[in-house]
C-alpha cells in the first residue's frame, strides 16, 4: 500500500503561472473553478505561529494587529473554523500529540511536528492540487480533520479513544459526516490519497457512485505526482490489486463494465474483485487521455445518467462497449507490475 510519490512542495510560482494561463485561454467556466481552486490555495499563506493561540494549534493567519488606520485582517469563515476545529481536536487528542492547521485541512497526529509538516508540503499538498487540476473543480466549504498515526498500536488505541471504532481496517478509513480521516500512517501514504480523494470528491461530485468514487480513491492509492511546465499532474501506477484481478478474468467470472457500474451492491460481497475492477478501468481510461473527461463529463451529465454508462459511450464516440470491454479484458491480462 505504499504509494510511489514524487515529492515535490507546492510551487507558488507555478500555481502564478497556471493563474496567468488559465486568465489567457480558459474559458469561462474552466476559468470560474480554477480560479476558485488557486483563490482557495493562495488565500492561505505561509503558516505562522500565533502566540495568543492555543498552545499547538499553527495559526494559519497572523493574529490581526489593532489599527485604527486600516481594518484588521479578518480571517475567511472556512480559516477561522479549521483553527476552531484545531483547537477542539488538541483538547481531544491531548499534550501527545500535535496539531497542525492548513486550512481547509486540520492535522492532527503523534507524529512530530516535523513530520506533519513535511507530509503536508510533500504529499498532501501537491496531490490535492494535482486532482483539482486533473478532476476537481469545487473547493472544500469545510475543514477536513485529517488524524495521522504513527503505527498499529497507536492508531487502534486512539480509534478506540476518539470513536469508539475498532478493526476496521488496519489502514485507515474515512468518515464522511464528520469530513475525518483517520489513519495508520505506519502503512505508507498510499491510504492517505486514497481517503483524501473521497474527501475531496465529496465537495466535487456529491452524488458520486461508489464504484467510480472507489475507482479513484484506489487510483490514487498508487500513483506519482508533481508538477511538470508548471502543470500539476497526477497519475495512477499498476498496483497489488492487479493479481487478483488478472485471476477472476482468467477465469471468465469477471462482470461487464456495465454490470459492475450498475451494481448497487458494490461494496458488498466480492467487493475486493468490484474495487479492481473499478481500479483498472480508471487506469485503463487513464493511460487513453480519457479520464480527466470522463469525470467531468459525468459530474455535468450524472443527473440523466447516474451509473455513468451514456456517459461512457459519449466520450467513446463510434466505439462498441462490448469490444470496449472486452480489449479492457485483454489489457488487464496483458499488464504487468513493472507497466
Ligand atoms: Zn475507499
Known amino acids: 500500500m505504499t504509494a510511489i510519490v514524487d515529492p515535490q512542495p507546492v510551487n507558488r510560482a507555478a500555481v502564478n503561472r497556471i493563474r496567468l494561463l488559465i486568465l489567457i485561454l480558459g474559458p469561462l467556466p474552466i476559468l470560474g473553478s480554477s480560479w476558485a481552486l488557486c483563490a482557495w490555495f493562495k488565500s492561505e499563506p505561509p503558516p505562522i505561529v500565533a502566540p495568543n493561540r492555543v498552545l499547538g ?69 501537491p496531490a490535492v492540487l494535482a486532482m483539482y487540476r486533473t478532476y476537481f473543480a469545487t473547493p472544500p466549504s469545510d475543514p477536513i480533520t485529517v488524524l495521522l498515526f504513527r503505527n498499529e498500536d497507536s492508531y ?49 461530485f456529491p452524488d458520486l457512485p461508489d464504484w467510480l468514487n472507489e475507482g479513484l480513491a484506489s487510483l490514487h492509492e498508487q500513483s506519482r505526482f508533481g508538477s511538470r511546465g508548471g502543470e500539476p499532474w497526477i497519475e495512477g501506477l499498476v498496483n497489488w ?19 459492475m457500474m450498475a ?25 487513453q487521455g480519457l479520464l480527466a473527461e470522463y469525470y467531468r463529463a459525468f459530474r455535468r451529465d450524472h443527473a440523466h445518467d447516474p451509473y455513468g454508462q451514456k456517459t461512457l ?18 489489457w488487464v491480462l496483458a499488464l504487468g507490475q513493472g507497466d
Not at 487528542?93 to 486540520?106: A, H, M, T, W
Not at 481517503?195 to 470528491?201: G, I, K, N
Not at 467487493?271 to 493511460?287: D, H, K, P
Open 156 to 204: 487502534n488505541r486512539y480509534c478506540e479513544e476518539l470513536f469508539g471504532e475498532r478493526g476496521i481496517s488496519i489502514y485507515g478509513y474515512y468518515k464522511p459526516r464528520r469530513r475525518t480521516l483517520v489513519l495508520n500512517i505506519g502503512t505508507g501514504s498510499g491510504t492517505l490519497l486514497h481517503e483524501l480523494t473521497h474527501a475531496l470528491a465529496d465537495f466535487d
Open 57 to 125: 494549534v499553527q495559526a494559519d493567519r497572523a493574529a490581526p494587529e489593532i489599527t485604527t488606520a486600516t481594518p484588521a485582517p479578518q480571517p475567511s469563515p472556512l480559516s477561522g473554523r479549521a483553527l476552531e476545529t484545531g483547537r477542539q481536536l488538541e483538547a481531544m487528542l491531548g499534550s501527545e500529540c500535535q496539531v497542525v492547521v492548513r486550512s481547509p485541512f486540520v492535522l492532527g497526529s503523534d507524529l512530530s511536528r516535523a513530520e506533519v509538516e513535511q507530509l503536508y508540503d510533500r504529499t498532501m499538498a
Open 241 to 259: 490489486r492487479l493479481a487478483g484481478l488478472q485471476e477472476v478474468v482468467r477465469d471468465g467470472r469477471l462482470d461487464s463494465l456495465a454490470e
Open 313 to 330: 459511450a459519449a466520450v467513446l464516440p463510434g466505439v462498441d462497449l462490448d469490444q470496449f470491454d472486452r480489449d479492457f479484458q485483454q
Open 263 to 287: 451494481n448497487p451492491r458494490f461494496r458488498g460481497p466480492g467487493e475486493g474483485t468490484n474495487y479492481a475492477q473499478a481500479r483498472y478501468f480508471c487506469l485503463y481510461m487513464q493511460q
